[in-house]
C-alpha cells in the first residue's frame, strides 16, 4: 500500500486508497452482509484501513455492516470517515438537518451503530441552506472537543461555504465528484453541485494541506469498461437513478471509454486501473474512495499500486479526453 499525508490532519499516514460504504448499505444490487464483512476483511489485509461510511447509506445500515466488520480490531489500525446531515423520519422521508441539536443526537447514533468510541473525519454530507454554515462548523467544533470526532470535512459545498467554513473552524477534507470523465461536473443524480472540483477545490485543497477525497471514482463502474448500451442494472439499484448512465449520456460516454480501453490494451492494464492510477497521481488527492464490496474488486483496485502511469501514459490520456466537452455531457 502506498500512504500520504496532509498538513491539516497531522501525522496521520492515509492509504490512497479507501473503502467507499455505500454499496455495503444495501441499495445497490443484492449483496448480501457476509460478502460484506469479507470484503472489509480482505481490504484490510492488503492494507486498505480508510472506510468512508454515512448513515444514510441503508439507513443506518451501511454503519452497521462496518462496524461488526471492524468489531476486535485495534481501532488505532483503522480510519472511519462517516457524515452527517441527512436524516430520516419513521416513513424513511431523508431530509437535511446540519442543526446544532441535530448534529449532538447524530453523532451518538453513528458511533453507536459503528461501535467505537470516535470518528477520524465526520462529514457534512450536502449543505443545509435552513441552518446557518456557522452554527454547523461550530457545532463540529465542539463535538471534537468532546473526543467524538478528530477532523471536519465537507461533501459537496461551493468553494465559498468552504472558504467561510475554513474561517469558522478548521476544515481538514473536502469530499468530491471527480474521476476521469467527470472533472467539474455540476450535476449528481440530478443533484446540482455548486463546486468545480478539479478547476477550484484541488487548487484549495493543495494550497491549505487538506485532503480531496474523490467520489465514484470509476464513474460507479462505467470505468470498468464493461458498461454497455443498456441492461447494465435494474430498477433496485441506485445508479438506475443516476441519467449520465442512461440513454443519450451514456451512449456519450461509452464512445470515450471505448477509446479509453483501445489505450488500456496498448499498455496491457485494466482499464480500472489505470482510473485509480489517474486519480492517485494528483497530489491533494486522499484514500481515493471506491467500491471494494467484493473480494475481487479489492485486489484488483490495489492491484493498480504495482504500477504507474508514465509522462507520456498521461499525455496519451489527455490527447483523448481533451478531444470531448466532458463537463458538457
Same mark, same amino acid.
Given at each position: ?41 480482505? +481490504? ?25 466488520? !471492524? ?73 471534537? *472537543? ?28 473536502? *469530499? ?40 465514484? =471514482? ?24 443516476? =441519467? ?10 461509452? +464512445? ?22 489517474? !486519480? ?6 486522499? =484514500? ?22 508514465? =509522462?507520456?501514459? *498521461? ?15
Amino acid at each position: 500500500m502506498k500512504y500520504k499525508t496532509f498538513s491539516n490532519l497531522g501525522e496521520d499516514k492515509l492509504p490512497v486508497i479507501g473503502f467507499g460504504c455505500w454499496s455495503i448499505g444495501g441499495e445497490w444490487n443484492n449483496i448480501e452482509d457476509k460478502e460484506s464483512i469479507k470484503a472489509i476483511h480482505t +481490504a484490510l489485509d492488503l492494507g486498505v484501513n480508510f472506510f468512508d461510511t454515512a448513515p444514510v447509506y441503508g439507513k443506518g445500515h451501511s454503519e452497521t455492516v462496518l462496524g461488526q466488520a !471492524l468489531k476486535g480490531k485495534d481501532r488505532e489500525s483503522f480510519f472511519i470517515a462517516s457524515k452527517c446531515g441527512l436524516v430520516w423520519d419513521e416513513n424513511m422521508h431523508v431530509d437535511v438537518n446540519l442543526s446544532r441539536e441535530s448534529l449532538i443526537k447524530e453523532i451518538d447514533r453513528s458511533l453507536k451503530r459503528l461501535g467505537v468510541d470516535y470518528l477520524d473525519v465526520w462529514q457534512c454530507h450536502w449543505p443545509d441552506v435552513n441552518t446557518d454554515l456557522k452554527e454547523t462548523i461550530e457545532a463540529m467544533e465542539e463535538i471534537k *472537543q468532546m473526543g467524538k470526532i478528530r477532523h471536519i470535512g465537507l461533501s459537496n459545498y461551493s468553494m465559498d461555504n468552504l472558504k467561510l467554513a475554513n474561517s469558522y473552524g478548521k476544515v481538514a477534507s473536502f *469530499q468530491g465528484l471527480y474521476n476521469m470523465l467527470e472533472h467539474n461536473p455540476s450535476s449528481y443524480h440530478n443533484i446540482p453541485l455548486t463546486y468545480k472540483a478539479k478547476d477550484e477545490v484541488l487548487p484549495y485543497c493543495e494550497a491549505h494541506g487538506m485532503m480531496f477525497l474523490p467520489y465514484s =471514482p470509476l464513474f460507479q463502474g462505467l470505468l470498468t469498461g464493461a458498461f454497455k448500451a443498456t441492461g447494465n442494472f435494474d430498477e433496485n439499484d441506485k445508479r438506475s437513478e443516476n =441519467p449520465k448512465l442512461l440513454g443519450d449520456s451514456l451512449k456519450q460516454f461509452l +464512445a470515450i471509454v471505448d477509446e479509453l480501453k483501445v489505450f488500456a490494451n496498448t499498455i496491457e492494464k485494466p482499464l480500472s486501473q489505470i482510473a485509480i492510477n489517474w !486519480l492517485v497521481n494528483q497530489k491533494a488527492i486522499g =484514500p481515493v474512495i471506491a467500491g471494494l464490496d467484493k473480494e475481487l474488486y479489492a485486489k484488483d483496485t490495489v492491484a493498480s499500486l504495482d504500477w504507474e502511469l508514465t =509522462p507520456s501514459m *498521461q499525455q496519451e490520456i489527455d490527447k483523448i479526453l481533451n478531444k470531448y466537452d466532458l463537463d458538457a455531457i
